[in-house]
């Protein structure tokens, strides 16, 4: 069923066929097949392991996916709790929304490589704001989970302290890892504000009795991978899916996460209208956490600091004679993403009122404006995805410390950034990124042997360490 032409990474984003389902209503996915056309081809090749697993998992998901006879099994014995543990039947992982789309999609990338390492099914528990933001991944099965899931409606209130909760049950200890009175399923609650109880998920001890347990529904919205590579169950295995240990999030985001042609026709139409005949463009992410602390003035003395220190634009000069008898018209295009103008109109009128010391012409535009973020909106999602998707087409980036809308964009790319960091007047403004990976912000910290010590968890192996923008963050390199 699969093209196996051009690239190696062809073969595991783009499909000979059509056949597949999309989000929306629509019935195609145009933009596995034109992002070619958009974006340069990944000079990184994933392992021949990587692909063959990512083939095996699709036959998985198509077995065990949803309306398939196996799937209807499951949710028999889920529904009656009578679970025969050792049964091969199929496995799930649910994910379950919250926060910002740059959040979401970082865990479902990380839920869908713990699927992989532990063959379970990943389904998607889609709200309302997600519909008709992505194709489906997986050839010929949905991940997309379905209506008649018993306790979809409660899914999206299920609390760290629900009776189900792994973290809950494991302090209470009623987590028995006697495979008899395993519970036919668990909520793992791995968002930034976990315990310390739910983050023991990340020791191997559990991992074994975990697998036991059919249906693992998890809410997190973070990228957790760089904890599973600290981890014995798995590091062996990732080291043979991601010999690249940098190019993780860069494989298997643009594997997953392929707009819908909705919109793709918005990433097309802008593309088309500002940015295509640039020869070069810069990507500028600019992120406000809290307007109080990060006021306009300084944000943007930094942005500019950044731009000179960088060489990432020319200077302006006064001399209106400079741009008219230069021969050197080139012309660079910045894109500006942010909720707020004032820094788009900045730059703007920057270039637009002062010719250039070199004579090139420099456009700079903001798809959007939103004001603040309103992650329950569908369309406003559709803007923020269409948005993290030119990002990644520029051939330069900078990108706002720990803001995962930033590392989506990098990632997909597959780009070190230029990272603003997060502190008023920084010196230097923005630095490179040590890795293209994104930042695990909240990861644990303790040793899972002694459980109640703390570790230095970015100095355990070759290519785990602290985020260059959050010191106690970790990223793989
Ligand atoms: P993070 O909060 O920066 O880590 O990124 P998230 O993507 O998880 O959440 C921020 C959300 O705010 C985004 O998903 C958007 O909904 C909105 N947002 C933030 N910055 C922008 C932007 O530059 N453009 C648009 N369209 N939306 C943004």
Known sequence: IFIFQGTALDSITRFATTSFFTTGSEDSCLSRNESVLYRKSSPYKP?????????????????????????????????????NHNSSDCRY?????????????????????????????????????????????????????????PFKNKLRRFKQNYDHSFGKMVQSNTFDCSTELL???????????????????????????????????????????????????????????????????????????HPSDRVWGLITKYYQDHLARAEKRIGIQIRIFHAKTSPFEYVMDQILDCIRKEKLLPEVGTEKSIASS???QTSKVVLLTSLFRDYFEKLKKIYGEHPTKTGEVIAVYQPSHEGRQRTWSNSHNVQAW??????????????????????????????????????????????????????YLTPPTFDCKALTTTVDTGALVPHVRHCEDHIWGLKLF
């Open 93 to 149: 992982i649910v994910w379950v929304a919250g926060y910002g789309l740059g959040n979401r999609m970082l865990s479902i990338t990380s839920a869908f490589l713990y699927g992989l390492l532990t063959d379970r099914v990943l389904l998607i528990n889609q709200e309302y704001e997600m519909i008709g933001l992505f194709c489906e991944p997986f050839p010929n099965a949905s991940w997309i989970l379905p209506e008649d899931f």
């Open 326 to 328: 230069s021969n050197n």
């Open 183 to 257: 519970p036919s399923y668990l909520y793992l609650f791995l968002s930034h504000d976990c315990s310390h109880h739910d983050q023991l998920f990340f020791c191997d001890q559990y991992q074994a009795p975990l697998s036991k347990v059919p249906w693992l529904i998890m809410r997190s919205n973070l990228y957790f991978v760089p904890s599973m590579f600290l981890m014995s169950s798995f590091d062996q295995e990732l080291n043979k899916l991601f010999p690249d240990k940098e190019t993780v999030f860069h494989h298997l985001g643009r594997y997953l996460f």
């Open 386 to 439: 269409a948005e993290i998707y030119l990002l990644s087409l520029s051939d330069e980036l900078v990108t706002t410390a720990w803001s995962t809308f930033g590392y989506v964009a990098q990632g997909l790319r597959g780009i070190r950034p230029l990272i603003l960091y997060n502190q008023t007047t920084p010196n230097p403004p923005c630095g490179r990124g040590v890795s293209m990976e994104p930042c």
């Open 47 to 83: 392992s021949s392991h990587l692909v063959s697993k990512l083939r095996s998992y699709e036959e998985l998901h198509k077995r065990c996916g949803p309306h398939s006879d196996s799937y209807k099994r499951s949710i028999k014995q889920l529904k009656s709790g009578q679970i």
